[in-house]
């Protein structure tokens, strides 16, 4: 059993290869190195440089290395500029694959598990938790493509004999060392990381919403956590003819400011944040009902907020030593 994983050099794909390689599978990696880091991977795990929209490369990498399951994480995923730039995102997306699901059919691989998004859902109805049967209404190009992406992986599945399944991350944070975290500043716990680092107070957008203390409730998973519940959802396409679409969170909310109370413990940096406006389209609370995952993959998040703000820091503080204080 090979295990080919597309974008496995970026920051979620080298936890979840990784992972899936130390749980004793066999794994190869393609990634375009656009935004991935080949310094991520180990060694002893192959790594392709490339990108799934190439079906002739794809092909050749299907072949050479006899894969029989794949791990589809590649893809654009920064909401900003899906919306700027929806061609881009249409074509890289879903493009990428459709041509790679074309490749795995002629190769008769029959395993596929897609990296979904909870962007699927847009901003969820006022409900405690969110779940698998929540209506889907995304709001940005990229949230579609997520939504059209886990379409077609069912789609073809079916048609073609292939057992899929899609994972419907939450907010994803952490890292399992610090070399391995996120390099990006698109979500809120390197956002504020960066704003720290440039002396300025952190943001909270809105303190008049419907929930406990008037900020946006959200679900944070420990991409540790995340990379497991591939390795478990790989696993689980072992059981031919079956297809899953799976929240991956915890199941417990966290609000901005109770997130900020633990960046300010762990940062050393309490100064208080800056309050402005609710910025359109905010869901209140979106919080994922875990109990599908528990139940199809046995897989339950183990790692808690704290975990996730100290590995962020230290990866954070590697890359900009400066920010280091208290």
């Not at 919306?83 to 459709?98: D, F, K």
């Not at 402005?276 to 599908?292: F, K, M, Q």
Request: net charge negative; with cysteine; proline share 6%.
């Amino acid at each position: 059993m090979t295990w080919l994983i597309t974008g496995g050099a970026g920051y979620i794909g080298a936890h979840v290869a990784r992972v899936m390689a130390g749980a004793g599978e066999r794994v190869v990696v393609l990634d375009d190195v656009s935004s991935g880091m080949p310094e991520r991977l180990p060694a002893d795990i192959p790594l392709i440089r490339g990108t799934s929209l190439d079906g002739e490369l794809v092909r050749r990498v299907l072949a050479e290395h006899a894969v029989t399951g794949v791990v589809h994480l590649a893809a654009r995923k920064q909401v900003g500029q899906s919306v700027e730039q929806p061609l881009r995102y249409y074509r890289e997306n879903i493009g990428g694959l459709t041509t790679l699901l074309e490749a795995v059919v002629d190769a008769g691989v029959g395993r596929f598990v897609f990296s979904s998004s909870a962007a699927v859902y847009g901003n969820p109805p006022d409900a405690e938790l969110v779940s698998e049967d929540t209506p889907c209404a995304p709001v940005s190009p990229y949230g579609e493509t997520k939504l059209a992406g886990e379409w077609l992986v069912r789609a073809a599945g079916r048609a073609h004999g292939i057992t899929t399944t899609s994972l419907r991350y939450f907010n994803v944070a952490g890292a399992a060392s610090p070399e391995l975290a996120d390099t990006g500043v698109y979500n809120v716990i390197p956002m504020v990381f960066d704003r720290l680092t440039r002396d300025e107070a952190p943001r909270i957008f809105g303190t008049d919403h419907p929930t406990p203390d008037g900020t946006c409730v959200r679900d944070y998973i420990h991409v540790s956590d995340l990379a497991e519940a591939h390795l478990a959802a790989a696993r689980r396409t072992a059981e031919p003819g079956t297809d899953l679409t799976v929240n991956i969170g915890r199941g417990e909310g966290v609000s901005v400011r109770e997130l900020l109370t633990v960046i300010a413990e762990v940062t050393g940096d309490r100064r208080a944040p800056l309050v402005e406006p609710r910025r359109a389209g905010d869901a209140p609370r979106a919080v994922a009902d875990a109990r599908l995952a528990a139940k199809e993959l046995g897989f339950a998040a183990r790692r808690g907020v704290r975990e996730m703000v100290e590995s962020a820091w230290a990866g954070w503080c590697l890359r900009h030593p400066e920010a280091r204080r208290g």
